[in-house]
């Protein structure tokens, strides 16, 4: 069973459309995240949410916006979008927000803006 | 604000050569370090991880140590297969950090050949 999924795999768009990526995870997690890979491979947080709340939000345009309609799914909306937006998205769980809670990964959703 | 600096690669090695691949931090605190990997196509997976100084984390063959002197958590393998072949990942996570954010180093791609 995947413990984080993600959909698309694969999103090709035009510049200026709004898509949106999905995210689940079925290991009753209570705290999710998003994180964004660019070209480069370098890693970064965007977002997180504990129990549908936002916890961390780390000056991402407001052109994205995650919405976590419960625990188990954390989505994220991106309008407007721009050629710098393409990156591979990562979504993440992990128990809660202790430092011994392990983070999982999904497997990614590659953005390709045109 | 706190940071994680890794050896920039490619790294390029023949089967059952050493590897070391260096990973030095800058925080505030006192970290946990991780070391995630990921192979091509796939998300991250955790790897190893130590919470306090002098740890030694190790997983697959793999080991790290936390050295506070010297701020670093350089990870090792003493005989590496082609399975191997990934980008590793090494970030840090402060005890009290809001969120349990994971900052992440900018990776190291290894490739080995048979």
């Known amino acids: ?18 898509k949106s990526i999905k995210c689940e995870q079925n290991l009753g997690h209570d705290t999710m995240y998003w994180y964004k890979q660019d070209s480069k491979k370098f890693l970064k947080i965007m977002f997180s949410y504990n129990n549908k709340e936002l916890i ?3 000056t991402v345009p407001n052109r994205f916006s995650p919405k ?14 721009e050629l710098g937006d393409s990156a591979v998205y ?17 497997p990614g959703t590659r953005l390709t803006v045109l | 604000g706190d940071s994680v600096t890794q050896m920039e690669g490619p790294v390029t090695l023949s089967e059952e050569a050493f590897l070391t691949i260096n990973c030095t931090y800058t925080a505030t605190g006192y970290p946990s370090l991780f070391w995630y990997v990921q192979y091509p196509g796939e998300g991250l997976q955790l790897l190893l991880k130590a919470t306090k100084a002098d740890d030694k984390g190790s997983n697959k063959g793999f080991e790290a140590t936390y050295r506070k002197e010297t701020t670093s958590f350089h990870l090792e393998k003493g005989s590496v297969q082609v399975s191997d072949s990934a980008v590793y990942f090494c970030a840090l996570r402060m005890i009290k950090a809001a969120g349990n954010k994971l900052t992440f180093g900018g990776g190291t791609r290894v490739l080995v050949k048979p």
């Open chain 1, 90 to 106: 990562f979504c993440a769980s992990s128990q809660g927000v202790q430092s011994t809670d392990t983070q999982y990964f999904g």
């Open chain 1, 68 to 81: 976590s309609p419960d625990k188990a799914h954390l989505n994220l909306h991106i309008n407007s979008l």
């Open chain 1, 56 to 58: 961390i939000n780390e």
């Open chain 1, 1 to 18: 069973d995947t413990a984080v999924s993600q959909t698309p795999k694969y999103l090709v768009t035009q510049m200026g459309n709004d």
